[in-house]
């Protein structure tokens, strides 16, 4: 929490000028943003607010003080992930100083829900959570999220059973546009079926087979989804309230790349490719300060031992050295000051503790890091790049990577972030390496402004389209956060 200076107001008087009865409607829709009322508004207060008992009942400072964790929670969330994970690398934010939690009492007309909606973040990806939320919670209570039991036959297009009823349900509630609700497999249900598929990182194949993935999709329960938005959105909240109008945002969940440029009116979306579960992209806030054209790759030691001395142990002396040449690969010296013969190296008995080398890519077409990469400034070595697997995008599954960003259109990417320079897309296109040149150097180039990056997994989503759509939580955050949060259905 902020220090106040002297003079300084605390934050109690900061919410004073709001009524118990405001305060009351504010915590009772905390679960909007994914937050339990009965946190804040406790059973024994509503009751004596009923009874009309409630000054007499309580000291007005501890309901400005429930109010306040409120805040809190909204504005910076609830869990600390400081050591929550190792692949998390964002710190706790603190709450605003008391003087400008005032002024935001202020701004509201000392309306206590409009006072905690605004503390809450204003970037599109967290508002739609809250769309979403506010479009599935009122079902909590109604029953019309029914349990149902799957079909004993696949479904698929043309077909016709009794159940196909409850899933355009279910499809509907979730944002699909289903115009009948038959009991047949119709083209609006493939629509939805494939769409659902491929955010499961499946093969489309628009049937739904008994006892595989895409019935269990169907078989989670309302609280569960609940669940999901609840752990995304407290997920967001550890990042800046307001993103900058010029950013980058990579939900590496659904393996997405989004840019925008509010002040330019400039928006990109493309696929990408980020780290599989057991090398994880690390959730972290960062910028891009520099382009590499044509760039080399320096290849972490582990991924060379995890991905390559396979390859290597099978081959003599003579495929050793073509495997070596056809790759452009080089090995270095630990300190870079002479290169090694990859022949003289024991590559069938070679352990991670005895490596003392580094094995760097020359630039070509077919580097592992493409025509371009994008660098950061996190001590990590996580950066976005080009890549030589390029036919990868078409596929569903593309948590691939060991933990940097491949991007579907880096090109696309380089162009807008160099802007007014030199640097026009056909220069750009002309000077980058194609396919079957060779060249030695790598070319560096300084933005004049460095690009916000954020790289979180997110794994709920409701678009333009209306549709809420859901992916498995592959990372595990879900699950860390949600054992220290009360969950909306207690």
């Not at 079909?151 to 196909?164: Q, R």
């Amino acid at each position: 929490m902020p220090t106040q200076g002297p003079g300084a107001i605390d934050y109690l008087t900061a919410v004073d000028s709001l009524s118990a009865a405001s305060i009351r409607e504010a915590l009772l829709s905390v679960w909007q943003h994914g937050l339990n009322p009965s946190v804040y508004w406790s059973s024994d207060l509503e009751q004596s607010f009923l009874r009309g008992t409630l000054d007499a009942d309580f000291d007005r400072r501890q309901i400005l003080a429930v109010y306040v964790k409120a805040l809190r929670d909204v504005y910076a969330g609830s869990v600390n992930p400081t050591g929550l994970a190792s692949d998390i690398k964002v710190k706790k934010k603190d709450l605003l100083t008391a003087e400008q939690v005032r002024l935001v009492v202020l701004s509201s007309q000392s309306n206590a829900r409009q006072a905690l909606d605004k503390m809450a973040p204003q970037f599109s990806v967290y508002q739609s959570l809250k769309m979403a939320m506010q479009k599935l919670y009122p079902l909590k209570d109604t029953g019309l999220w029914e349990t149902i039991t799957p079909a004993k036959k696949p479904l698929s297009l043309g077909k016709k059973d009794p159940v196909i009823i409850k899933l355009k349900e279910r499809l509907s509630q979730l944002g699909y546009r289903i115009d009948s609700m038959n009991d047949t497999f119709d083209q609006d249900m493939l629509i939805a079926i494939n769409d659902i598929q491929m955010n499961l990182k499946m093969k489309p194949d628009g049937v739904i087979s008994p006892g595989g993935r895409t019935w269990k999709f169907f078989s989670v329960s309302l609280l569960d989804r609940l669940s999901q938005l609840q752990a995304d959105m407290e997920q967001l909240r550890w990042f800046p309230q307001n993103l900058e109008d010029r950013h980058i945002f990579v939900n590496t969940a659904f393996s997405h790349f989004m840019m925008t440029d509010k002040k330019n009116n400039v928006s990109m979306s493309f696929k990408a490719i980020n780290g599989t579960a057991e090398r994880k992209t690390p959730t972290l806030r960062d910028r891009i300060t520099f382009l590499v054209m044509n760039p080399t790759w320096t290849i972490p030691p582990t991924v060379f031992l995890n991905d390559k001395v396979e390859i290597l142990k099978k081959l003599d002396t003579k495929g050793i050295r073509k495997y070596f040449t056809d790759n452009r690969f080089e090995v270095y010296t630990a300190d870079f000051s002479r290169t090694i013969d990859p022949t003289s190296i024991n590559w069938k008995s070679i352990k991670s503790s005895s490596v003392n080398f580094y094995i760097r890519q020359k630039p070509s077409y077919n580097n592992a890091l493409g025509v371009v990469k994008f660098m950061m400034t996190n001590p990590y070595a996580i950066y976005l790049h080009d890549t030589n697997q390029r036919d990868l995008f078409g596929e569903a599954q593309r948590l691939r990577s060991s933990g940097c960003v491949r991007l579907e259109k880096p090109l696309d990417l380089a162009e807008y972030l160099l802007a007014g320079t030199q640097w026009s897309r056909p220069q750009i296109e002309n000077f980058v390496v194609k396919e079957g040149q060779l060249v030695d150097q790598e070319t560096r180039v300084d933005l004049k402004e460095p690009m916000p990056v954020y790289l979180v997994p997110v794994t709920s989503q409701m678009n333009s389209d209306g549709v809420i759509r859901f992916v498995e939580d592959v990372y595990g955050h879900n699950q860390l956060i949600l054992s220290q949060v009360k969950g909306l259905g207690r």
